[in-house]
C-alpha cells in the first residue's frame, strides 16, 4: 500500500516555502536584491594640491573611481572661510579610471599657508568623499 508524506512534514515544508517567498517578495519590493547586484563608484582622492594666489584659490585633486559605476562629480568645498562649495560641470570618471579635477574658489577665499583644511568632492550618485589638504 503506497503512503504520501506526513502531514506534520508537509505543513513544515509549506511553511518553509512561503517564509522564502515572503522574503524575496519584500526583498523585491524594498530593493535590497537591486542594491546588492548594482555596481557602485567608489572614488579615493589619491593626490592635492592647494594654491592661494591673490584673492584666488586654486585645487587639483587626482581622483580615482576604484568602483564599477560612473561617477559624475557635482560640486567640492573646503572648509576654510568664505570658501563656498563650487560647483562644477559634471566631470565624469569612468570605473578604473583617474582624472585631475581643478578648482577655483575666486570668492574672498582666505586660507592660511601651512594649515591644513578638508576638501569634500560631492557626486551626482549622492557620494561624499572627504580629504585633507595643506596650503601651499
Same mark, same amino acid.
Given at each position: 500500500?503506497?503512503?504520501?508524506?506526513?502531514?506534520?512534514?508537509?505543513?513544515?515544508?509549506?511553511?518553509?516555502?512561503?517564509?522564502?517567498?515572503?522574503?524575496?517578495? +519584500? @526583498?523585491?519590493?524594498?530593493?535590497?536584491?537591486?542594491? =546588492?547586484?548594482?555596481?557602485?563608484?567608489?572614488?579615493? %582622492? $589619491? !593626490?592635492?594640491?592647494?594654491?592661494?594666489?591673490?584673492?584666488?584659490?586654486?585645487?587639483?585633486?587626482?581622483?580615482?573611481?576604484?568602483?564599477?559605476?560612473?561617477?559624475?562629480?557635482?560640486?567640492?568645498?573646503?572648509?576654510?572661510?568664505?570658501?563656498?562649495?563650487?560647483?562644477?560641470?559634471?566631470?565624469? +570618471? @569612468?570605473?578604473?579610471?583617474?582624472?585631475?579635477?581643478? =578648482?577655483?574658489?575666486?570668492?574672498?577665499?582666505?586660507? %592660511? $599657508? !601651512?594649515?591644513?583644511?578638508?576638501?569634500?568632492?560631492?557626486?551626482?550618485?549622492?557620494?561624499?568623499?572627504?580629504?585633507?589638504?595643506?596650503?601651499?
Amino acid at each position: 500500500m503506497a503512503r504520501g508524506i506526513e502531514p506534520v512534514i508537509a505543513a513544515v515544508i509549506l511553511i518553509a516555502i512561503a517564509v522564502v517567498v515572503a522574503i524575496a517578495v +519584500i @526583498g523585491w519590493i524594498m530593493g535590497l536584491w537591486g542594491a =546588492v547586484t548594482t555596481p557602485r563608484e567608489q572614488l579615493s %582622492v $589619491t !593626490g592635492v594640491s592647494l594654491t592661494t594666489t591673490s584673492g584666488a584659490v586654486q585645487l587639483k585633486l587626482i581622483v580615482v573611481n576604484s568602483g564599477g559605476a560612473l561617477a559624475n562629480i557635482t560640486s567640492v568645498s573646503i572648509n576654510g572661510p568664505n570658501c563656498a562649495t563650487t560647483n562644477t560641470t559634471y566631470i565624469e +570618471i @569612468g570605473p578604473g579610471e583617474s582624472r585631475e579635477v581643478t =578648482v577655483i574658489f575666486t570668492t574672498n577665499c582666505i586660507l %592660511v $599657508t !601651512g594649515s591644513m583644511y578638508s576638501v569634500t568632492v560631492y557626486t551626482k550618485a549622492g557620494g561624499a568623499y572627504p580629504t585633507v589638504v595643506r596650503a601651499t
